[in-house]
């Protein structure tokens, strides 16, 4: 069974302080990995998709990282309009679902 | 243009009432989807269309009868909902196999 972790659970950063948000995953046969942006009561915002170990994609202060086993959201600089839950999730198979981890809810202090 | 559009945003309804909640996009993606939100937990996926045929349905109680009249457009017809069912439901269109657009969700109440 596909399995996605998320680490860790909340993250309170301060304006400016860069940190990374993990996501951990098993699964039998990686077709790709999502990454989402979610605010309070609104749909989840696509954020990247990666498809094979060692890509890496990058925008404006976000940057992400797949590797064989997990997925890194990396935050440079942040600002308090990034506070929001990242969401993970994979895909496998030709069937279309998605397997979502739990969620990071992300605080940015002024 | 990568939008997914709901309607409508609220909603709230007795148990006894019937009501739709629809979702169009005009991206030409032939996999649509419908999800359930509950706070603070990641969406559920209920139903998948495929090319305007149904091709997934996650075990989800005949009360959720899923629609798709054509490639831009799917509805979801509600009736006889419990309290449980509050939540946000969530739209969602893909190429097949590929990256999923969310649209705003509508947020449901049953009373």
């Known amino acids: 069974e596909d399995q996605v972790t998320q680490s860790p659970e909340a993250l309170r950063l301060q304006e400016g302080e860069s940190s990374s948000l993990n996501c951990s995953y098993t699964?039998?046969?990686?077709?790709?990995l999502f990454w989402y942006r979610q605010d309070p009561g609104k749909g989840p915002e696509f954020l990247f998709t990666?498809?094979?170990a060692g890509e890496e994609k990058e925008k404006e202060r976000l940057k992400a990282t797949l590797t064989k086993k997990e997925s890194f959201l990396h935050i440079t600089a942040p600002k308090p309009e990034d506070s929001a839950t990242y969401l993970c999730?994979?895909?496998?198979?030709?069937?279309?679902?998605?397997?979502f981890g739990k969620g990071i809810t992300l605080s940015v202090r002024p | 243009d990568t939008e997914v559009t709901q309607t409508p945003k609220h909603l709230v309804m007795g148990m006894t009432n019937k009501k739709s909640l629809k979702c169009e996009q005009h991206?030409?993606?032939?996999?649509m989807y419908w999800y359930k939100q509950k706070a603070k937990k990641p969406p559920e996926l209920m139903f998948v269309?495929?090319?305007?045929?149904?091709?997934i349905n996650e075990s989800v109680p005949s009360r959720f009868s899923p629609e798709c009249p054509n490639s831009s457009l799917l509805n979801l017809h509600l009736h006889a909902l419990q309290p449980e069912d509050s939540a946000l439901y969530l739209c969602?269109?893909?190429?097949?196999?590929?990256?999923?657009?969310f649209g705003p969700g509508t947020r449901l109440t049953v009373l």
């Open positions: 269309y495929s090319y305007e045929k149904l091709s």
């Open positions: 991206m030409g993606h032939r996999a």
């Open positions: 999730a994979v895909s496998t198979g030709a069937n279309s679902k998605l397997t």
């Open positions: 990666l498809y094979s």
């Open positions: 969602a269109s893909s190429p097949p196999g590929d990256t999923q657009y």
């Open positions: 699964v039998s046969g990686l077709r790709g």
